[in-house]
Structure formats: C-alpha cells, structure tokens
C-alpha cells in the first residue's frame, strides 16, 4: 500500500457522459501526477500538479479532460463527454523528492 | 523523439534461476532511470533506481546496470520466485522534466 488513494476503482459509463475520478495522495507529498495507461502499455504522463498550481499538461490532455488540485491535497480528474477511446487506466502517483513516484492502484475507466 | 523500449515483451524463466529484462532509452539527457514493477489491476510498484552518475545500483534481490554509452539498462532479479511474476516497465526522466516516461513493459513469466 503506497498511500496513494484512488476511486472509484471501476467505472463502467455509456459514451457522451461525463466521469470524474479522485485521488487522496500522500498527505506531507507535494508533487502529484496522472498518468493514463492502455492495455499491455506503460503509463503516458497526462498532467502535474505542486501543490495547487498545475503546471504541466501533456498534448494528451484534450479539451474534454481537466485536472484540479484544489488546496494542493486531493486531486479530481473529469473527462466530459467521453469516448470509446478513452477506456483505460487513469493512475495517480505522488512524490516528494524529483524521482520516485508512488502509484495509487487506479481508476479503470469503460466506455460503451 | 524521446523513447524507452523494451527488447522482449515475455520473458519465462524457472522458478530459482535468475531474470534479466533489459531496457533501451534514445534520449542522452536522461538522468535519473526507475523499475516498475506492475500485477494485474494493480498500479505500478517501485523495484530500484539508479541516477546517471552511477553503473549499477542493488537492492534485495534486484540489480541494475546502466551503460550510458549504448543508453542501455537492464534489471537482474535473482532466485526468481514465483511472485515475481508480473509486467516490468523501466521509466526514464531527463534533466529539467518532471514527469517520468515508461517504456511499454516486459511480462515475467515465473514456472514452479
């Protein structure tokens, strides 16, 4: 167990709806990322956050995807009007020195 | 462009003997490199991490070896058990980036 926390861990949605997953990182980490992965793929980087301020997005992050860190404790990741494409893993790994991430056991993402 | 890649996407060894998975990486700024490993419908574990400025790195039961000149990393796991068995990804960060860039995975196979 990382500390890192994740959910829901399963979510099933019909393509057009709107879904948000959350992360509870660990409390004294600063640094908190999300990471999409597909299936028999290593994780691609989507976004960061220090503390509260965002301050990098992947070219991955399309319109339909924002990430919030309100406080700079938990972190919300919504993706609107979804698409069949965007079923995968959407993972959220802390740190608090530049170097080792601590992964939380992610969000499985469906879209029928 | 930037990439890390894996050399075999299934390795299968017997149970006690030991494992290597090897790893390629394009980008000469890299600095800092990482193991994951990953189980089914879990996130991704932390295994070992070397920085640039060394060749080998070991932990309990796990070396890495970094050879800079063919930008080449590889991780060894000795008396493999069959918990070991999972899908191992190297991850690599270049100086000045803060988000890691992983490699799509090698599947260790462990047999009794």
């Known amino acids: 167990d990382t500390g890192v926390s994740q959910n829901p861990r399963h979510k099933i949605t019909k393509r057009g709806q709107n879904v948000t997953f959350r992360c509870d990182p660990i409390?004294?980490?600063?640094?908190l990322y999300w990471y999409r992965q597909t299936l028999g793929q290593g994780p691609e980087f989507l976004t960061y956050?220090?503390?509260?301020?965002?301050?990098?997005k992947s070219r991955l992050l399309s319109d339909r995807f924002s990430a919030e860190r309100p406080k700079g404790s938990f972190s919300t990741l919504e993706i609107q009007r979804t698409e069949q494409g965007d079923s995968a893993m959407y993972l959220c790994?802390?740190?608090?020195?530049?170097?080792?991430?601590?992964f939380g056991e992610g969000s499985r993402l469906t879209v029928l | 462009g930037e990439s890390v890649g894996l050399h075999l996407p299934t390795l299968s060894v017997q149970e006690g003997d030991n494992s290597i998975i090897n790893c390629a990486y394009s980008?000469?700024?890299?600095?800092?490199f990482i193991w994951y490993k990953q189980e089914s419908g879990k996130g991704p574990q932390f295994i070992i991490d070397?920085?640039?400025?060394?060749d080998k790195r070991q932990g309990q039961r796990v070396t890495v070896l970094l050879n800079k000149t063919v930008k080449h990393l590889s991780l060894q796991i000795a008396a493999t058990q069959p918990g070991d068995s999972a899908v191992y990804f190297c991850?690599?960060?270049?100086?000045?980036?803060?988000?890691?860039?992983f490699g799509s995975g090698t599947r260790l196979q462990v047999q009794p």
């Open positions: 790994a802390n740190d608090r020195v530049a170097g080792e991430l601590f």
């Open positions: 409390s004294e980490h600063n640094r």
């Open positions: 956050f220090q503390n509260e301020a965002q301050l990098e």
């Open positions: 980008n000469s700024a890299s600095d800092y």
């Open positions: 070397i920085r640039s400025n060394m």
């Open positions: 991850a690599e960060k270049g100086t000045g980036r803060r988000a890691l860039t």
